[in-house]
């Protein structure tokens, strides 16, 4: 892992608190206001109350973490970690971020004070990677994953449409503990019968 002074915290940073469902509605407006920007949310229309309930729900039940951030007694944004969306089983370890941050803090640190968060809770609840899916032009996301330690590990060109328009959305990830350099070999088969007569 690339340790730096941003992803080597032991602790969760000021104002960063676990959710309550008294801040769903809020939450659901920071989220609304991501999706109906229309061009770095793959969400692409607002959420009810009841259906974030519903969402937040699922991964509540699944035990995955989920968490705002107050400035001056406001929820200004949140966060939830939760199994990386391929390969459950075998990717098990591998948590995936999604921040939203209300549109009058973006720019304010708000992002990368979360970011940190993750990171924290990521490692609380035994991940032993971080993913994050970001649209291509969503250069905000970038430079905070990036201040992170998080470097790029994939380009999906082309995957995402936005009206007439289509963006890459790239793969972000960090390792949060060090990995085995030694590949995993699949073993030879047995020899069959056929074989060893031959």
Known sequence: M????LNSRPDLPRGVRRYTPDDLPVMTDIFNESALG??????????SLKEMTFFVDCFVKE???IYVLERGGEVVAWLIVNRFCWGAQACRLTGEVSIYVRNDHIGSGVGIRLGQAAVVLARQYGFETLVAWIIEHNEASKRGV??????QWGRFPGIARFA??????????LHLIPIETTPITASAPAP???ASLA
Do not use: H, I, M
């Open 63 to 65: 035990g995955d973490p």
């Open 2 to 5: 690339n340790n730096n002074r």
């Open 164 to 173: 007439d328009k289509r963006a890459d959305v790239v793969l972000y990830g």
């Open 146 to 151: 990036q201040g992170l330690g998080a470097t």
């Open 38 to 47: 229309g061009t770095s949310s793959p969400v692409l229309r607002a959420f």
């Open 192 to 194: 069959t019968l056929e």
